[in-house]
């Protein structure tokens, strides 16, 4: 069963526009959340993280709201890029175990 | 600083032919893990060592060995290849950070696995 969910497939959006990549989990013993990037034939980079201390992390574009009661963390990017266009993949920790999602295809047009 | 290595790239199997792929860090974290990825399922922890000489189940072993050989390398066997082991398959290490908490993973970048 999935513990962390990615209901959207795909995004596109416009060049400068905000982009929203939403996820959810369901197990709450996760309490270290983390946001990955991928292009075709490489390994997921590490975009940002977030703590179940805090309910918001920025750096740069990139900003991670994290709604525990909700069991719910999104992922905004602004403003979006062409070259932001990948997969993005959420994942959840719960001590030394990384659960991921199935992650979102975005595509930004230029 | 190559950071998380793997080995093979690219692999073709028949149907119960073993292998072992290889990964290598140097960052000298203590955690390592192996991961399968497949279309609509994302990333699906098959094994992982939280420190040297530790290994545990994910959530798909079945098929699968490892070995934490040293602190730097952590192998994944599959000792009779089934086609629905036909995958990628990522190598990852990390170190906590402050507070206990696990820190970010660093992937090696795939080793591509198709079993016929």
């Known amino acids: 069963d999935q513990q962390v969910k990615q209901n959207s497939p795909s995004l596109s959006v416009q060049e400068g526009r905000i982009s929203i990549l939403n996820c959810d989990y369901t197990n709450s013993m996760f309490d270290y959340f983390l946001w990955y990037k991928k292009y075709p034939a490489e390994g997921p980079t590490f975009l940002i993280s977030?703590?179940?201390?805090?309910d918001k992390n920025e750096d740069g574009r990139f900003t991670v709201f994290l709604n525990k009661s909700a069991k719910h963390l999104s992922l905004h990017i602004v403003p979006s890029q062409p070259g932001d266009s990948a997969v993005y993949f959420c994942a959840a920790s719960p001590f030394n175990q990384f659960y991921f999602g199935t992650g979102t295809s975005l595509t930004v047009i230029p | 600083n190559a950071g998380v290595t793997q080995t093979p790239k690219f692999q073709v199997l028949k149907t119960g032919q073993s292998m072992t792929l290889q990964c290598a860090q140097d960052?000298?974290?203590?955690?390592m893990y192996w991961y399968r990825q497949d279309p609509g399922m994302g990333l699906r922890l098959i094994y992982y060592?939280?420190?040297?000489?530790?290994?545990d189940k994910g959530e798909v072993p079945n098929g699968y060995n490892v070995s934490r050989l040293n602190k730097r390398e952590f192998s994944l066997r599959l000792e009779s290849a089934a086609p629905s082991q036909t995958s990628v398959y990522f190598c990852?290490?990390?170190?906590?950070?402050?507070?206990?908490?696990?820190?970010?993973?660093?992937f090696g970048e795939g080793s591509r696995l198709t079993v016929l």
């Open positions: 990852a290490s990390s170190d906590p950070v402050g507070q206990g908490f696990p820190g970010e993973l660093f």
């Open positions: 977030i703590s179940s201390i805090k």
């Open positions: 960052m000298n974290h203590n955690s």
């Open positions: 060592s939280a420190s040297e000489g530790t290994t």
